[in-house]
């Protein structure tokens, strides 16, 4: 049987390469892709700067893009053959995780792989992309490791808006959204906020300091992928000693919740290096493999998907063809008026032109 693979063959170029499958082995199934999901982590693959491997040794690490190479991991699809040794899942299983190289028709997983069969659906299950609402679940588990009465969020795209909605159901009373667009944060508000604040128009550290009495904020998540915003995020985070005065009795730390991946050449900004000295905060980077059981996060994002809590279905704003994928990268880019999350939808039997035989 073949599959049809996206493939990075250059720098922002994709193209169809036609594959034959391997042969299902006892404890394998055969996914018919339905959608994926289009996330910023691809961006450095398909930008030619950087990819997530396997060395040598058999751990995962950074290392540089070799053409051509594979993209996605946000897949939602159909099970339509399994091992001989495959217990948890039979033909026609609608399933969502995670795994590689999904921008593909056909993709041979191991049952063992973060998957897992969907619940029924009250919306099209091709939006339930479960890898970035288990994400969000994740990030919201690390923000509320500790008691937190006051809660931020820099950054209000599809991601920081899903953590707004669970911080929001968990509780949380005073969540802070931060952004430079008016627009986003109107959304920020809709979708629970309680205060949002515009740092391009007014000054973040003192309008956090008056709306907190002078206490910041217990915990704030950063998901902007820019030093800029982990310097907001750090600016309003709370000292662990009253004022940050050394001789006050220490209270405990703040926590910065880092989602985002910093993929841009910045300059590491002086001012900071000195909030990180006064403010001491906990960096946690709430990333997939922080979580005790990944499966689980992406599992309860499903929940919480279904009972609204955290609709990210109802934030998909853009869907394209498999075809385009080269022009969902580009969405990425540079977003499109309105855009929070994209995903690529898969037809039976797509024929992208150029494609070709590996």
């Not at 279905?313 to 990425?332: D, Y």
Request: hydrophobic share 40%; with cysteine.
């Amino acid at each position: 049987m073949k599959t049809l693979t996206a493939m990075v063959t250059d720098v922002q170029k994709i193209e169809f390469v036609e594959e034959e499958l391997p042969a299902l082995r006892e404890d394998e199934i055969l996914v018919r892709m339905d959608s994926v999901g289009l996330c910023h982590t691809d961006l450095p693959r398909f930008l030619g700067h950087h990819a997530f491997g396997i060395s040598k040794e058999g751990y995962r690490q950074v290392r540089p893009v070799s053409f051509p190479c594979t993209l996605g991991h946000e897949p939602v699809g159909t099970v339509v053959d399994t091992g001989r040794g495959v217990t948890g899942f039979r033909p026609g299983d609608r399933i969502s995780g995670n795994f590689d190289a999904a921008f593909t028709t056909y993709r041979v997983v191991s049952e063992k792989s973060p998957i897992f069969r969907l619940p029924d659906l009250p919306f099209d299950y091709r939006l339930c992309v479960a890898e970035p609402i288990g994400c969000v679940v994740n990030i919201v588990n690390a923000c509320l490791t500790e008691p937190v009465h006051c809660a931020g969020v820099v950054g209000c795209g599809v991601m920081g808006l899903m953590t707004i909605a669970g911080l929001k159901a968990a509780g949380v009373e005073t969540i802070v959204a931060v952004d430079v667009a008016d627009e986003k944060l109107a959304a920020a508000k809709a979708y629970g906020a309680s205060h949002t604040v515009n740092s391009m128009k007014e000054n973040l550290v003192e309008k956090v300091y008056a709306l907190t009495e002078g206490a910041f904020l217990d915990s704030i998540v950063e998901i902007t992928g820019s030093l800029k915003g982990l310097l907001s995020a750090c600016s309003v985070i709370r000292f662990p000693r009253e004022k940050g005065l050394l001789q006050n009795p220490f209270t405990g730390r703040g926590r910065i919740v880092i989602a985002s991946v910093y993929t841009k050449q910045e300059t590491f900004p002086p001012l900071l290096a000195n909030e990180l000295v006064l403010r001491a905060p906990i960096l946690d980077a709430a990333h997939p493999a922080s979580g005790r059981d990944v499966l689980e996060n992406d599992k309860k994002g499903v929940e919480a998907m279904i009972d609204g809590s955290i609709p990210m279905n109802r934030m998909i704003t853009h869907q394209i063809p498999f075809q385009r994928l080269e022009e969902g990268f580009q969405w990425l880019l540079s977003p499109p008026e309105g855009y929070l999350k994209g995903i690529v939808r898969f037809e039976e039997e797509p024929v992208p032109q150029g494609g070709r035989r590996a």
